[in-house]
């Protein structure tokens, strides 16, 4: 009997660990002699059903957030209704209700569903590896190519991040056209921790998952302010999301009980621009230009 592809797929020998932290020519070999065949197993996971056709929709966003973005797209100058619902928590980081907490159970079934599909993943290890994590755009390695997840995620980049990172901070506008994301899970005792950094995008979407009645101890991010070097931990409520550049220092801190679930997601420009002192600066942008998608085609550079 001839073993079908999903099966074929479960089967493959993954890189360890170590060879992954070491960033091993091998790693990136394995993950690319077999990108094809992943992505096919992803669609075939689907075809059969995997994702228990749970459907990743507009429902799923926060109903006041939803609505002030559908209302931005059909008339730009309504903008202000989706800059009015963040809060600046910490100078240049928002605050804001991002997916409805009744919904998250949907997408975190989704999720639960991706880990036992046993397709291979590759987990996000930019400054430590995060073993409950995977990476969500097609531009990385063992990304997760799921159909249905895809289309969310560039509905979530376009039609959501783009915009309102421009509406918040119109720096990044012409630093935005490409797409980056992970998700990460921090559990006690295993995936504890991240050291102070800056990200190499311009702007961050730090969205967190967790159901309302799934608490967790410690794991606040800790927030550096690059200016007046003010530090504060702050927390997150489920479904709600931090945004801020990423030049702002930050860092996880441990956490010390159960687990703490997010999707973290960069926009930057072309081979990995970021706007910085002596970068053109589009003093005229409009609100018509700033709810657009960039046309420009997305490029082959990973951060990490
Ligand atoms: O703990 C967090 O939510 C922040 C994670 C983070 O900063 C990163 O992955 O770059
Ligand atoms: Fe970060």
């Known amino acids: 009997m001839s073993l079908t592809l999903l099966e074929k797929v479960r089967n493959v020998p993954r890189p360890t660990r170590e060879a992954m932290l070491q960033r091993d020519a091998s790693v990136h070999r394995f993950w690319n002699e077999n990108k094809k065949v992943f992505e096919e197993a992803w669609t075939e996971w689907e075809l059969k059903g995997g994702h228990g056709q749970i459907r990743l929709d507009d429902s799923l966003y926060a109903p006041k957030l939803r609505h002030a973005i559908e209302q931005s797209w059909e008339n730009p100058h309504q903008e202000v209704l989706v800059k009015d619902i963040w809060t600046e928590v910490f100078p240049n980081v928002y605050k804001a209700q991002f ?164 999707f973290v997601l960069w926009l930057y420009g072309e081979g990995g621009q970021v706007p910085h002192q002596y970068a053109p600066r589009h003093e005229h942008v409009t609100a018509h230009q700033r709810w657009t998608k960039p046309s420009v085609e997305p490029d082959k550079f990973a951060p990490f």
């Open 99 to 262: 997916f409805d907490p009744e919904k998250l159970y949907i997408l975190r079934e989704y999720m639960r569903r991706v880990s036992d599909a046993e397709i291979p993943l590759r987990p996000p290890y930019g400054i430590v590896l995060n073993r409950g994590g995977a990476m969500l755009d097609p531009r990385s390695e063992g990304y997760l190519a799921a159909p249905t997840f895809q289309s969310f995620y560039r509905n979530l980049m376009n039609q959501y991040m783009r915009p309102i990172s421009r509406v918040l901070f119109p720096d990044v506008y012409g630093f935005d056209s490409q797409t980056f994301g992970f998700s990460i899970a921090w559990q006690a005792g295993k995936d504890t921790t991240l050291r102070p950094h800056t990200d190499a995008s311009s702007v961050t979407l730090n969205i967190n998952l967790n159901l309302p009645d799934e608490k967790y101890s410690g794991s606040a991010v800790r927030f550096i302010d690059p200016i007046s070097r003010r530090v504060e931990s702050l927390t997150f409520d489920p479904g709600t999301a931090l945004i801020h550049h990423g030049n702002v220092g930050h860092a996880s801190e441990p956490i010390t009980e159960g687990e703490r679930h997010n």
